[in-house]
């Protein structure tokens, strides 16, 4: 055999090596993409996203579309040829299997945390709306989880209604923590709490909650990689009741990214006139009970898929804006929020076409 002759078929045979390689060389990447996006004034799967009853609404127009994120499943083993193949692409992004599923998390347990996430995000949402429109809110700190094989399991239980720790009113959830941790571990903790079922009984029967117990329970040492202090092994949050029903109507959809726009979304229901003049405006960011917006995951995913379903604006998280503005879709115009004000003020220069004077995100922020 000629040595070019054999020279082309090593190196072919070689070439054929490497692909396979690649195809069967598992690498510890996961990859995100754009993914659906709804208006929160529209309906999803046939039925109104934004549901409400008991109070007078108003008719909407335009846009004011969630967006989302559609990322591999955390058994899902990426091979070589795919992560070159995303990290090359413009609309996907390769990242760390670990950023997404840190600690060896499972699909099951993503899934739980973001349901979590998603139904919290609702209530804050809801909140948020209700107090820009100065429409009361009834609030208290609940027990959020309670954690297996910790002192409190088996004495709190979640809905729990916390209203004081050691005597001293509990007036928000970081208050527990707090109130628990001025303890030595092996000390006892006393909680005054309402339990679950009395406050759903009183809730139903929309009288307020007079019962209470006091639970004493001996407080533990942690066993993260924090600094060492006394635990119950509880969260604490925080539950709502509202002077009217708010339903969201949306399943298959995690995480807490959605808050802003459902926020939005409720007070243009809820408001004579169009808040956002028929334009169609798009965003993301968690948004807390008082209304300041946070920073979520996967911002270029976002901008690429709300542009990709005709947006015009995009309500960015102030945080998130360095990142979005690296590569903005074109004819998409990034507006900065830190709050559902900034959003509200925002989507008026929008309405009156002042869009000079809306606060664009730059590569600084």
Not at 186 to 195: L, R, S
Not at 206 to 227: H, L
Request: aromatic content about 4%; proline content about 6%; glycine content about 10%.
């Amino acid at each position: 055999m000629p040595r070019r002759t054999a020279t082309m078929l090593a190196s072919t045979l070689m070439l054929i090596a490497l692909l396979c390689a690649g195809v069967f060389l598992p690498v510890p990447y996961a990859e995100m993409s754009p993914g659906p996006t709804v208006n929160t004034l529209g309906e999803h799967d046939g039925e109104p996203v934004l549901q409400i009853a008991g109070h007078k609404t108003y008719p909407t127009d335009g846009h004011l579309n969630m967006t989302t994120v559609r990322v591999t499943s955390a058994d899902y083993r990426m091979n070589l040829v795919e992560a070159v193949y995303g990290w090359l692409a413009h609309d996907n992004k390769i990242v760390p299997h670990d950023t997404l599923y840190p600690d060896g998390k499972t699909e099951q347990q993503s899934t739980q945390e973001n349901a979590e996430e998603f139904s919290q995000s609702q209530e804050s949402a809801k909140v948020a709306a209700l107090k820009e429109l100065d429409v009361p809110v009834r609030s208290w700190v609940i027990v959020s989880t309670v954690v297996k094989n910790t002192p409190a399991q088996g004495r709190l239980h979640a809905g729990d209604v916390i209203k004081a720790v050691d005597g001293t009113a509990v007036k928000q959830p970081s208050d527990v923590a707090k109130l628990v941790t001025k303890h030595k571990p092996g000390e006892n903790v006393v909680f005054t709490i309402v339990p679950a079922k009395e406050q759903a009984a009183a809730e139903k029967a929309r009288k307020p909650a007079t019962a209470t117990k006091d639970v004493t329970i001996r407080t533990a040492q942690s066993t993260d990689s924090g600094t060492k202090r006394a635990i119950v092994g509880i969260s604490a949050g925080t539950d709502h009741t509202f002077p009217f029903s708010i339903d969201i109507k949306l399943a298959d959809v995690g995480g807490p990214s959605a808050g802003l726009m459902f926020a939005l979304g409720i007070y243009d229901k809820l408001t004579p006139g169009s808040l956002t003049a028929g334009k169609f405006v798009a965003g993301t960011g968690t948004i807390d009970d008082q209304g300041k917006v946070g920073p979520i995951g996967g911002i270029e995913m976002k901008t690429v898929g709300a542009r990709e379903r005709g947006a015009q604006y995009f309500l960015t998280p102030a945080e998130n804006c360095a990142s979005a503005a690296k590569d903005t879709p074109a004819g998409l115009t990034l507006v900065k929020v830190n709050t559902m004000g900034d959003a509200l003020g925002a989507l008026a220069d929008i309405r009156s076409g002042k869009t000079a004077d809306l606060p664009k995100c730059t590569a600084k922020g």
